[in-house]
């Protein structure tokens, strides 16, 4: 996805303090503490004002490069020559410095510590939101939540602070069983584990015919039908976080469809990043949003390759880069 991009800065979930603004930018200033999002808000759209989107039709998002500078795609980097250096989704989030359009930063309330404030700028706000904002899960539903990393655990967290009585967490790493636990999963279903039974057999006796949300939170399309069939006639939800990693087409029957089931889809979990970030911030200062148990390791920047290997086995769920004052000089 990143072929044509010769140099890119890379990193998505971050914190920040505002060093200097631009020109014309109003409601920010130096000393701020701000949580950078890839999905812009201009806030006077017809997207922006609709309780019914979420996505801004002014500063629309551009996979993977993101919203740029100038709203259209353009770097706020460059090199001495003028070559652009790339940032993925438009932030920059691994670089000591970065320059965001004033679309994409919301200011937090700086007694959240900048470790936990940078989960609110990409996944625990997308699983959270999912279950809270999109979803809109109900108090003693069922939830069934396919892959429980970052996101999927963020989506168990959200729908535990709804009230689902039944959280449902279908994953191959056995690990990930205790730690479900930890973020308000009641049942575990390893795949391997099922020999001939399909996943959607196990959750729909396990919810006596299906649960009311699944969440498909991996990007394959499979699992996204597995999770489609694992959903309740008359009422299920099927809501797709993940981005299908290999362009595969989601097949779907259609008489399930008439059958009263439904595909969602959630970017950014269906969160409007300058109204709904801060009410996530305080349910977190309330003790109601617990984003701690995200934080597994809290790693220097240097160190950031070995730590990396460690997300791609599963051993974390979350691990913030922090800058040591010999990597900023």
């Known amino acids: 996805m990143y072929e044509n991009c010769k140099v890119i800065d890379l ?75 790339h940032q993925v989704l438009g932030l920059s989030g691994f670089s000591v410095y970065t320059v965001v359009h004033a679309n994409q930063f919301v200011r937090v ?41 970052a996101v999927g655990l963020a989506v168990a967290e959200g729908a535990r602070i709804c009230g689902a009585s039944t ?22 279903i390893n795949p391997q584990e099922l020999g001939d039974k399909p996943v959607s057999q196990a959750i729909i006796e396990m919810t006596d015919g299906g649960a009311d949300y699944c969440f498909e939170c991996i990007g394959l399309a499979s699992v996204m039908s597995d999770a489609f069939r694992s959903s309740r006639e008359g009422w299920g939800k099927t809501i797709i976080l993940g981005v299908e990693m290999h362009g595969a087409p989601l097949s779907i029957p259609s008489l399930e469809i008439l059958n009263g089931k439904c595909v969602m889809g959630s970017l950014f979990g269906g969160v409007k990043p300058k109204q709904d970030i801060p009410i996530l911030a305080d349910k977190y200062l309330n ?32 691990a913030p880069f922090g800058w040591t004052s010999d990597v900023a000089k």
């Not at 000393?31 to 999905?39: H, I, S």
């Not at 996944?123 to 069934?144: I, N, Q």
């Not at 959280?167 to 575990?188: A, M, Q, Y």
Request: net charge neutral.
């Open 11 to 85: 990193g998505v979930t971050n914190c920040r303090v505002v060093e200097s603004v631009g020109e014309h930018v109003e409601g920010f200033a130096a000393g701020d503490p701000v949580v950078p999002t890839f999905l812009g808000q201009c806030t006077e759209c017809v997207d922006c004002a609709s309780e019914r989107s979420h996505v801004c039709s002014t500063y629309r998002f551009r996979f993977p490069l993101g919203i740029g500078m100038t709203g259209k795609g353009t770097s706020g980097f460059g090199k001495g020559h003028g070559a652009p250096i």
């Open 167 to 188: 959280i449902i967490g279908v994953d191959l790493n056995p690990e990930k069983h205790e730690l479900g636990k930890k973020f308000g999963v009641t049942h575990f």
């Open 287 to 318: 003790k109601e949003l617990e984003l701690d148990k995200f934080i597994t390791h809290e790693v220097p920047l240097k160190t950031s390759t070995r730590h990396l290997t460690f997300c791609c086995r599963g051993r974390v769920s979350d």
């Open 109 to 149: 309330d700086p007694a959240v510590p900048p470790a936990t404030a940078s989960l609110l700028s990409c996944g625990a706000t997308t699983g959270v939101g999912a279950a809270w904002k999109l979803a809109k899960v109900e108090p003693g539903s069922s939830v069934a939540i396919f892959g429980l990393g």
